[in-house]
Every structure is written in structure tokens, then in C-alpha cells.
């Protein structure tokens, strides 16, 4: 099992920075993958960006180069740092990670999102 807490979600003017945690605890040997989505009201789920297990990164055109995506040494913490926002990045933020064990893998975990709002 692994739990997933997130935090660093607020209130922020266009064209400020935020910086969401990802802390995840429990059995964090088994863990692969780790990303964001992200939900505003009435949309669907939006994936933002993933790091793998070897630190490879994917961004959704919509925030690349403006959010970076990074783990922590011990590679149970993730990071999205986040420049420029837009009143259109103003959502829920959900933290996932994949986990494997001797190439069973396990169903996504996923954090309780923390909220992003971004005044124009």
C-alpha cells in the first residue's frame, strides 16, 4: 500500500508561481511512475505531467514550459513547479503513482488533490 499527500495548492495572480508537493508513504520500493492531472469544474480529468522511475518527463503541450515536473533524492516526494499560470490552469491537482512488484503491477494511487486557482 502507499499513500499519497499533496500540498502547495492556493490562490495565486496570473502570471505567478506555485510549487505542488507529492509525498507519498508506505511502500515506496514499488513505485514506477508518478504525474498530475488535473480537473477544473464541468471538465474532464486533464493528464499535466509524468516522471518514470529514470526521471524521463511528459508534459501536456498546454503547460510545457511553464510546469516542470521533478522527484526527490529519495524518489518518494514529487514535485510540479509551476511559472507563468494562466487563469485556465485554475483546478483540482491529483497526484498518481504506479507501482510494480516482480512485474505485478498495481491499480494507480491516487492523492486527494489539492486545489489551484489562478485570479486574472
Known amino acids: 500500500q502507499v499513500q499519497l499527500e499533496e500540498s502547495g495548492g492556493g490562490l495565486v495572480q496570473a502570471g505567478g508561481s506555485l510549487r505542488l508537493s507529492c509525498v507519498a508513504s508506505?511502500?515506496?520500493?514499488?513505485?514506477?511512475?508518478m504525474g498530475w492531472y488535473r480537473q477544473a469544474p464541468g471538465k474532464q480529468r486533464e493528464l499535466v505531467a509524468t516522471?518514470?522511475?529514470?526521471?524521463?518527463?511528459n508534459y501536456a503541450d498546454s503547460v510545457k514550459g511553464r510546469f516542470t515536473i521533478s522527484r526527490g533524492n529519495a524518489r518518494n516526494t514529487e514535485y510540479l513547479q509551476m511559472n507563468s499560470l494562466k487563469p485556465e490552469d485554475t483546478a483540482a491537482y491529483y497526484c498518481?503513482?504506479?507501482?510494480?512488484?516482480?512485474?505485478?503491477?498495481?491499480?494507480?494511487?491516487w492523492g486527494q488533490g489539492t486545489q489551484v486557482t489562478v485570479s486574472s
Open positions: 508506505g511502500s515506496i520500493f514499488s513505485i514506477d511512475a
Open positions: 498518481y503513482a504506479d507501482r510494480s512488484l516482480y512485474g505485478s503491477k498495481f491499480p494507480r494511487t
Open positions: 516522471i518514470s522511475k529514470d526521471g524521463s518527463t
